[in-house]
T-cell receptor, first 114, second 118 residues
């Protein structure tokens, strides 16, 4: 079946540091890959997505490249801000039994200090 | 952009009572909505898939008689927690696809409902 593995958190960084949150996946077929962000007390917001191999999703300074050869979709940002503190979820969707129910990773908490 | 709303955003109730949570797609029609439950510091657990005009599909281990789902229109799905108990306290999140739910469609999430059962 489908699965998503994210690095354990929390990730604690100083402002302006470089961020990488690793995400690897297992899926049948050709999944679409997503990163969602959840701020405290809120629902999830789509951060970026990539729908085919070698696609790069980007938004708000965050980037992730769909690597089929390594089954990875690592999230990166060159310079984090305090306002980036949140929980980040990697997810995939593929056709499994005719449905498109997404599979989420466990989430990685990011804490950015001034 | 597409927005999914939930009401209420938080609710406190006494043990044994029932609570209804509404999920609405505000500017698009959603034939399929999902209900998730999230425990503190944990990922989302899919509870059920709600299909407009038909019965919901529940995930294994989710009691359908306890978590009643009704998807009466293309913009509204409701989750009713019946005879709530303290262990039902959680953060409940709904989501909907804008489109037909293909693998490239964007999934929009509601802001969540915090349920506390005393």
């Amino acid at each position: 079946g489908n699965s998503v593995t994210q690095m354990e958190g929390p990730v604690t960084l100083s402002e302006e540091a470089f961020l990488t949150i690793n995400c690897t996946y297992t899926a049948t077929g050709y999944p679409s890959l997503f990163w969602y962000v959840q701020y405290p007390g809120e629902g999830l917001q789509l951060l970026l997505k990539a729908t085919k191999a070698d696609d790069k999703g980007s938004n708000k300074g965050f980037e992730a490249t769909y690597r089929k050869e390594t089954t990875s979709f690592h999230l990166e940002k060159g310079s984090v801000q305090v306002s980036d503190s949140a929980v980040y979820f990697c997810a995939l969707r593929s056709a499994s039994g005719g449905s498109y129910i997404p599979t989420f990773g466990r989430g990685t908490s990011l804490i950015v200090h001034p | 952009g597409a927005v999914v709303s939930q009401h209420p955003s938080w609710v406190i109730c006494k043990s044994g009572t029932s609570v209804k949570i509404e999920c609405r797609s505000l500017d698009f029609q959603a034939t399929t909505m999902f209900w998730y439950r999230q425990f503190p510091k944990q990922s989302l657990m899919l509870m059920a898939t709600s299909n407009e005009g038909s019965k919901a599909t529940y995930e294994q281990g989710v009691e359908k008689d306890k978590f009643l789902i009704n998807h009466a229109s293309l913009t509204l799905s409701t989750l009713t927690v019946t005879s709530a108990h303290p262990e039902d306290s959680s953060f409940y999140i709904c989501s909907a696809y804008r489109g037909r739910g293909t693998s490239t469609d964007t999934q929009y999430f509601g802001p969540g409902t915090r349920l506390t059962v005393l």
